[in-house]
T-cell receptor
Framework: AQSVTQLDSQVPVFEEAPVELRCNYSSSVSVYLFWYVQYPNQGLQLLLKYLSGSTLVESINGFEAEFNKSQTSFHLRKPSVHISDTAEYFC?????????????FGSGTRLSIRP | DVKVTQSSRYLVKRTGEKVFLECVQDMDHENMFWYRQDPGLGLRLIYFSYDVKMKEKGDIPEGYSVSREKKERFSLILESASTNQTSMYLCASIAGQVGNQPQHFGDGTRLSIL
């Protein structure tokens, strides 16, 4: 079985400051890793994913996440945030090689940007 | 682009009513899911389906049932609504059996049970 821990329920930062949203997971098998974003009054959208290869993955809006197998982490970072990044962010894992496997979500981190 | 459509954005029902939440996806995805989202608890899986007429219980199936008569449609049913089922409900779909595909979500239904 898999589990996901997002260590911070809320992260307030000032506009143009850097941010890191932390995610740790546990699993007895290899997993795929995802970050989803939920803007107010909307469903979740995929932000980025790690499947294999380079451990650093990037999104189109400047976020990046690094897969660290030894620390079982997949932290999300952005060097300079914008007001429009205000949202809730969910880390998720899904087991490889498992048919009809579920995606396991963390409890979410609410990112609030102060002008 | 994949579209997952939930029939209602907001719904208000009374205790004891039978409530239907509908979800339709347009990309011929095999797998569909129903979650509820509550503050501080993230997303909790209620039920999922990996084929027509197939269903599997998720982590919190009590008080809910589902129906999947057609591939594109997955319905969540609250047999007798209770106030503790007031929540945001999210439907999602995913292609195939391989784990590297992300889920696609609808915009959610905010359900209030009075």
């Amino acid at each position: 079985a898999q589990s996901v821990t997002q260590l911070d329920s809320q992260v307030p930062v000032f506009e143009e400051a850097p941010v890191e949203l932390r995610c740790n997971y546990s699993s007895s098998v290899s997993v795929y890793l995802f970050w989803y974003v939920q803007y107010p009054n909307q469903g979740l959208q995929l932000l980025l994913k790690y499947l294999s290869g380079s451990t650093l993955v990037e999104s189109i809006n400047g976020f990046e996440a690094e897969f660290n197998k030894s620390q079982t982490s997949f932290h999300l970072r952005k060097p300079s945030v914008h007001i429009s990044d205000t949202a809730e962010y969910f880390c998720a894992v899904r087991a490889m090689y498992s048919s009809a496997s579920k995606i396991i979500f963390g409890s979410g981190t609410r990112l609030s940007i102060r002008p | 682009d994949v579209k997952v459509t939930q029939s209602s954005r907001y719904l208000v029902k009374r205790t004891g009513e039978k409530v239907f939440l509908e979800c339709v996806q347009d990309m011929d995805h095999e797998n569909m899911f129903w979650y509820r989202q509550d503050p501080g608890l993230g997303l909790r899986l209620i039920y999922f389906s990996y084929d027509v007429k197939m269903k599997e219980k998720g982590d919190i199936p009590e008080g809910y049932s589902v129906s999947r008569e057609k591939k594109e449609r997955f319905s969540l049913i609250l047999e007798s609504a209770s106030t503790n089922q007031t929540s945001m409900y999210l439907c999602a779909s995913i292609a195939g059996q391989v784990g590297n595909q992300p889920q696609h979500f609808g915009d959610g239904t905010r359900l209030s049970i009075l």
